[in-house]
């Protein structure tokens, strides 16, 4: 799955970082504790968050991380927005809570899970 | 003979915080450094630097990229640090409230640091400032 058919099938908002929709999504993380996602995300996963600031950005750029979703309708800083399109990772989002998001993507991505 | 790169933190200044490690991160990447080494020093880099935005008054990080391992060591003027054992402790903080609404200070920094690394020395004075060095080898 690539971040560009997560948009499409969600109707997820593109803030910014368009240029990465092309990556594929081998995962993602739930977290809104930074250290947490420093130290336990991996490559090519989306993160899915509520925290709008840039350092969301740093940190996806140093994890390599595919995209990052913003949850409940949240709007991402004029820096985070900057950060994001230098890096070329997409900053996403969408009105669903972050249960709701997560729980989708999980099934997306782990097709057998649901009996 | 070994690479060394100089960067300067501000106290409380996050909107620079990364900007060490994802340097770092580039000129390791140009050495061709394996992928997971890079990883690690990444993340130690990023917490060190966070540390010094959330605690301290002013910082540097010099990291010193060898042959066979690359050394970081982050200095910085500030309060230091009462209780090493229980800062090294995860879920312990000192950060404050605005600090932790950003989703740092989750106690998880210095826990992150020496995961992510071979050797990990803190020194400490309180009132002054603390230097902790870290150091990751490729083999």
């Known amino acids: 799955m690539k971040v560009s058919d997560l948009v499409e099938k969600y109707g997820l908002k593109v803030f910014s970082g368009k240029e990465g929709l092309g990556k594929t999504i081998e995962g993602g993380y739930v977290s809104d504790l930074l250290s947490d996602v420093m130290g336990n995300a991996a490559e090519n996963e989306v993160w899915i968050t509520l925290q709008t600031h840039q350092n969301v950005m740093a940190i996806a750029s140093l994890k390599d991380l595919a995209a990052v979703i913003l949850v409940k309708g949240l709007e991402p800083d004029e820096d985070t927005l900057e950060h994001s399109r230098e890096e070329e990772i997409p900053l996403l989002g969408t009105a669903m809570g972050t249960f709701e998001m997560a729980g ?10 649901q009996s | 003979m070994a690479i060394e790169l100089n960067f300067t ?8 915080a990364g900007k060490a490690s994802s340097k770092i991160k580039k000129v390791l990447k140009q050495l061709n450094i394996e992928a997971k080494i890079i990883k690690k020093i990444v993340v130690a880099v990023y917490e060190a630097e966070v540390n010094v935005a959330a605690h301290a008054y002013s910082g540097n990080v010099k990291a010193l990229v060898g042959e066979n391992d690359v050394v970081v060591m982050v200095s910085d003027s500030g309060p230091g640090i009462e209780n090493v054992e229980l800062a090294m402790k995860e879920g312990y903080s000192t950060a404050s409230k605005e600090v932790r609404e950003m989703g740092f200070g989750a106690g998880m920094g210095l826990a992150n640091i020496k995961r ?8 400490t004075k309180v009132g002054e400032g603390t230097t902790v060095t870290f150091s990751l080898n490729y083999s």
């Open chain 2, 9 to 16: 933190i501000e106290g409380g200044d996050f909107s620079n």
């Open chain 2, 116 to 123: 992510n690394t071979d050797e990990l020395k803190i020194e």
């Open chain 1, 104 to 113: 989708k993507l999980y099934a997306d991505l782990n097709p057998g899970s």
